[in-house]
C-alpha cells in the first residue's frame, strides 16, 4: 500500500485522492491475486490431484472425485489470501477478517460434509454396508456437524466465546427435543434395528399398515425406503419398525427354500374303498408299485392273523382311493426336480367341510425366485388336478351354471325325477 501511494505521490494528486485510488489498486491486486491462486488450484492442483487419484490402485479412489471434495477445499485459498491482507485496510480490518473466516468456516463444513459423504459411499462399496447400515449415524453427524458449525459462525460475527452460545441452548433443550424428536426417535430406531440385525438393505420385508410389500433399499435417519413390487416407493418411518410388527422374507431368502402350502379339496362323495381292479391299475403307477405291494401284504397279513371277514369291505382294514392319492402326491413331490427335500415335505389331510376334504400340500420349492415359484407352484397343482380322476376322485366345486344346465338336459329330470 506504502509502495502504491509513493508512486501516486508525484501525479498531483490530492491525498484524499490518492488514498481512495491506492485502495481501488490495492483491492483490484488482492481480487487478481486470489482468482489466480483459484485458478491455479483448480486447474493445476485439481487436475493432478484428480489424475492421480483415478490411478490409484485402491477402487474407492474415484469417490473422492465424484463428491467434489477436493473441488470444495480449494475454495479456502481465496479466502486466505484475503484474510491475511485484511491489514491492509485498517478500517476494514475487522469486518474483512470476520467475512473470511465466516466463509472459510463453512467451506470447511461442507468439506467434512463431502467427507462424510465419501465415507458413506466407501462402506456402502462393501458387502457389510447392507448388514449393518451406518446412514442415519451419517446423518447424525451431519446434524452435528451444521449445528457446530452455525454455532461457530455466529459466534465469529457477534465475537463472542461458542460456549456461551452453547450455554444458551441449554435453556432450549426442550424445543431442541421437539425439533428433533423424530431424529432423536430415528437414531434410537437405527441403534436397535441394527443391533438385533432386524432389518437390511435388500431385505423383502412386508408391513401391511403403510402397504408396504417389497425390498428395502435405502435405511435413513428417519426413514426406511421400501420399493414396493409393483415398483412404487413406500417410506415407513424408522422407529415404526421398533414399535409395529412386520415380517422380514430374509430367512426364506437365505435358507434357499420358499413353502408352498396349498390344498386341493376333495369331494367327499368320491372317497371309496380300492377294489381289485383299482389296485391292478395303481400298480402300474410308476410312484406307487412299491407302496401297493407293500401295503396290500401288510393289510393281508393283519386281516389273516385277526380272522378279519373280507367280504364285507367295512371289516378289517383296507386300501381308500383318498389314501392311495395323498401316499402319490407325496412320493410325486420326493421326486420333483424343484422341491427342496432337505426341508420339510408333508401331503396331510385337514378336517373336512363345506368345501369338501381338504388335502394340503406342505412342501418348499428349492428356487426363490418368484416367477420359477410361482410356476412350480401350478405345475404341481395342475398335474393334481389332472391325475384325481385316475384315482376315482374328484375335485370339489360348487354348482355353476354350466351344471344346472346339464342338469335340466338330463333325462331324469325332464320326467320329473
Known amino acids: 500500500m506504502d509502495f502504491i501511494k509513493k508512486q501516486l505521490d508525484g501525479t498531483g494528486m490530492s491525498e484524499q485522492t490518492i488514498g481512495i485510488l491506492s485502495n481501488i489498486i490495492m483491492v483490484i491486486f488482492i481480487a487478481v491475486i486470489s482468482i489466480l491462486a483459484n485458478y491455479i488450484a483448480?486447474?493445476?492442483?485439481?487436475?493432478?490431484?484428480?489424475?492421480?487419484?483415478?490411478?490409484?490402485?485402491?477402487?474407492w479412489g474415484h469417490i473422492f472425485v465424484e463428491k467434489k471434495l477436493?473441488?470444495?477445499l480449494s475454495h479456502l485459498v481465496p479466502a486466505i489470501i484475503i484474510y491475511y491482507s485484511a491489514y491492509v485496510f485498517?478500517?476494514?480490518?475487522?469486518?474483512?477478517?470476520k467475512a473470511a473466516m465466516t466463509y472459510m468456516i463453512v467451506v470447511t463444513i461442507t468439506v467434512f460434509n463431502a467427507l462424510l459423504n465419501v465415507f458413506d459411499d466407501i462402506y456402502r462399496s462393501y458387502e457389510v454396508s447392507k448388514i449393518r447400515p451406518i446412514k442415519g449415524y451419517i446423518q447424525v453427524a451431519k446434524i452435528i456437524l451444521f449445528i457446530i458449525g452455525g454455532i461457530i459462525v455466529i459466534s465469529s460475527l457477534i465475537g463472542q466465546?461458542?460456549?456461551?452460545?452453547l450455554s444458551g441452548l441449554g435453556a432450549l433443550s426442550a424445543?431442541?427435543?421437539?425439533?428433533?424428536?423424530?431424529?432423536?426417535?430415528?437414531?434410537?430406531?437405527?441403534?436397535?434395528?441394527?443391533?438385533n440385525d432386524m432389518v437390511r438393505v435388500g431385505d423383502w420385508i412386508e408391513m401391511?399398515?403403510?402397504?408396504a410389500d417389497g425390498d428395502v433399499i435405502d435405511i435413513t435417519l428417519n426413514t426406511v425406503k421400501v420399493r414396493n413390487f409393483d415398483k412404487t416407493i413406500t417410506m415407513i418411518p424408522s422407529y415404526a419398525l421398533i414399535s409395529d410388527s412386520f415380517r422380514n422374507w430374509r430367512g426364506m431368502q437365505v435358507s434357499g427354500g420358499r413353502r408352498i402350502k396349498r390344498s386341493v379339496y376333495i369331494d367327499t362323495s368320491s372317497i371309496t374303498f380300492c377294489t381289485e381292479d383299482m389296485?391292478?391299475?395303481f400298480r402300474k403307477i410308476h410312484y406307487l408299485t412299491d407302496y401297493i405291494a407293500t401295503r396290500i401284504n401288510e393289510i393281508n397279513e393283519y386281516n389273516m392273523e385277526h380272522q378279519i371277514n373280507t367280504e364285507s369291505k367295512v371289516n378289517g382294514r383296507q386300501l381308500t382311493n383318498v389314501g392311495v392319492f395323498r401316499e402319490y402326491i407325496h412320493q410325486y413331490l420326493k421326486n420333483h426336480p424343484k422341491i427342496h427335500q432337505d426341508m420339510t415335505l408333508i401331503v396331510r389331510q385337514l378336517a373336512p367341510g363345506?368345501?369338501?376334504?381338504?388335502?394340503?400340500?406342505?412342501?418348499?420349492?428349492?428356487?426363490?425366485?418368484?416367477?420359477?415359484?410361482?410356476s412350480v407352484q401350478a405345475d404341481i397343482f395342475d398335474h393334481i388336478f389332472a391325475v384325481a380322476p385316475t384315482f376315482g376322485l374328484r375335485a370339489f366345486q360348487n354348482p355353476t351354471g354350466h351344471d344346472i344346465v346339464q342338469l335340466k338336459e338330463s333325462p331324469q329330470f325332464s320326467r320329473g325325477y
Open 90 to 97: 485498517p478500517s476494514y480490518q475487522a469486518l474483512i477478517e
Open 279 to 281: 389296485i391292478d391299475e
Open 70 to 72: 477436493f473441488h470444495k
Open 175 to 195: 424445543v431442541l427435543m421437539l425439533v428433533f424428536k423424530d431424529s432423536i426417535l430415528g437414531l434410537v430406531a437405527g441403534v436397535q434395528l441394527s443391533s
Open 354 to 374: 363345506d368345501n369338501g376334504l381338504p388335502l394340503e400340500i406342505y412342501a418348499f420349492s428349492n428356487d426363490i425366485t418368484w416367477g420359477v415359484y410361482e
Open 208 to 211: 401391511p399398515k403403510y402397504n
Open 42 to 59: 483448480k486447474k493445476i492442483v485439481l487436475k493432478t490431484i484428480h489424475h492421480i487419484v483415478n490411478n490409484n490402485r485402491y477402487k
Open 161 to 165: 466465546n461458542p460456549l456461551i452460545i
